[in-house]
């Protein structure tokens, strides 16, 4: 690898989950405090980040390609290309590798160690590949500058890695084990975000109502301390395990105007046999049970899940107890995926691979039936008023795009401004989104 001149201009290209999103934006904040710039639109930058997903589909092999095109395309007359760097959960699980198989690639950095990307990136202007995938002791939370300017929506991760070893999952050999993010940090910094235009906190972790503080105070304890932050009106906090849904913050949602009537919680199957293949350690009606006690406090609240399809066994019949779980608990919104190996987990493995044919299929009926259950929940909210959080212009003229407490697009035409709370009347439902009028 040559000398490189230190980097102008940055750009963050963050791939998969919301966790992902707030990891880009800490690194973009990063290198903004090292002095390199974000770079604009169709201009060339200096440093490239990718910033990688490796929990479902060909995460790799995608990564490979892109940094094909991009030493490709932005080669200079001179023979130099930006510096790239592959951050995220495919820096984790491949490390060495791509250091082997991408030359182009000068730094290899893992999730829980991008806050030595300054360091990585001084080697780098003198010719120096490096790799960092340690899951130091000291925490990337600890060094990384603070946060300046933000959506009316912004991110706070609280918690992160995780424990249970679904079989299928990738998550707990990339993120690491679980640790739980102090409070007081915590607080801190959703204080900051807030003051930098925040008005809706989404609290995130791969297990985030795992959560808990030095004195085991669980994650209800951060929701009503949050709460008390005037200027902040929405608290909301994703992903969830049905195991970790404690009393504490069930009550939360009966106690906490600011905690939006919202819960995400995956179930990835409808069958307990395949739950247990899968070692999700609940059962379908552990996880109803949970459901249950969280409408009897929230009556109104908007439920939403993740589903796999096609895990290794999975006959027929134990799919359709997936579909038979969708039609009795009425999702606001899921998401739903192709089972895909991923290297080094137990399902991988696993006999009984589902063919590909068989997946599509399945996939298909549980979107059908899943867009069936939105937009039924969409259509039992016409006629309701609510408050919607504007988040950014529309695609018409005057039009605003928002969320309701129940997550649900909102779009609408008015004289608003982002960041704007308002009142609106939601008037027609489809199934990703409503029509609302305000009031
Ligand atoms: N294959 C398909 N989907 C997966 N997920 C996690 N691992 C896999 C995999 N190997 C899905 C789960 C999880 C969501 C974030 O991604 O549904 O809840
Ligand atoms: Fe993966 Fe299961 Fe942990 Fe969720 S709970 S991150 S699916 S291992």
């Known amino acids: 690898m040559r000398p490189a001149p230190p980097p102008q201009t940055y750009r963050v290209k963050s791939f998969g989950c919301q966790m992902n999103v707030y990891d880009g934006e800490r690194m973009a904040e990063l290198l903004a405090s090292q002095g390199i710039r974000p770079a604009s639109e169709g201009e060339e930058a200096d440093l490239v980040v990718l910033n990688t997903c490796h929990i479902r589909e060909k995460a790799a092999e995608k990564v490979y390609s892109d940094i094909g095109r991009i030493t490709k395309e932005w080669r200079r007359d001179d023979g130099s290309a930006p510096l790239i760097a ?6 984790q699980a491949e490390g060495e590798e791509i250091m082997a ?11 829980q160690a991008y806050h030595r990307l300054p360091q990585m990136i001084e080697e780098a202007t003198h010719g120096r590949r490096s790799v960092d995938t340690d899951m130091p002791a000291e925490t990337k939370f600890d060094t990384l500058p603070a946060r300046r300017s933000v959506g009316p929506s912004a991110f706070l991760t609280v918690q992160e890695g995780c424990d249970k070893f679904c079989t299928y999952c990738v998550v707990p050999y990339t993120r690491g084990a679980e ?19 925040a008005r809706e906190i989404t ?3 791969q297990n985030v109502n795992a959560w808990r503080d030095e004195a085991e ?13 005037p200027q902040l009106a929405r608290i909301r906090y994703t992903t969830s395990h049905p195991n970790d849904m404690t009393d504490g913050l069930i009550e939360a949602h009966r106690d906490v105007a600011k905690l939006m009537p919202f819960l995400h919680l995956p179930v990835q199957s409808g069958n307990d046999r395949v739950l247990k293949a899968m070692n999700r350690s609940h059962t379908v009606e552990s996880y109803l049970r949970v459901l249950d006690q969280v409408r009897a406090v929230r009556p109104d609240i908007a439920l939403s899940g993740d589903f796999i399809v096609g895990f290794p066994g999975e006959t027929d019949a134990e799919f359709e107890d997936t579909l038979k779980l969708v039609e009795r608990v009425g999702y606001a919104q899921c998401f739903s995926f192709k089972y895909s190996p991923r290297p080094g987990t137990p399902a991988a493995t696993m006999e009984g691979q589902v063919p590909m044919a068989v997946m599509d299929e399945r996939l298909q009926r549980l979107q059908a039936a899943l867009q069936r259950s939105s937009l039924a929940f969409n259509q039992a909210s016409v006629g309701r008023r609510c408050a919607v959080l504007v988040e950014r212009r529309g695609r018409h003229e005057g039009q605003w795009l928002g969320k309701s407490p129940w997550l649900q697009s909102v779009h609408f035409t008015a004289d608003v401004a982002i960041g704007d709370l308002v009142e609106v009347e939601l008037i027609e439902a489809g199934p990703n989104s409503l029509a609302g009028r305000l009031i």
């Not at 198989?101 to 999730?111: D, E, K, W």
């Not at 105070?217 to 932050?229: H, N, P, S, T, Y």
């Open 101 to 111: 198989r991408a030359p182009a690639v000068s730094m290899v950095v893992g999730p």
């Open 217 to 229: 105070r669980g994650l209800e304890k951060l929701v009503e301390a949050l709460a008390a932050i």
């Open 203 to 205: 609290l995130l972790g």
């Open 179 to 197: 640790i739980s993010r102090p409070f007081a940090d915590l607080v801190a910094e959703a204080q900051r975000l807030v003051e930098a235009g």
């Open 86 to 91: 592959v951050a995220g959960c495919v820096a």
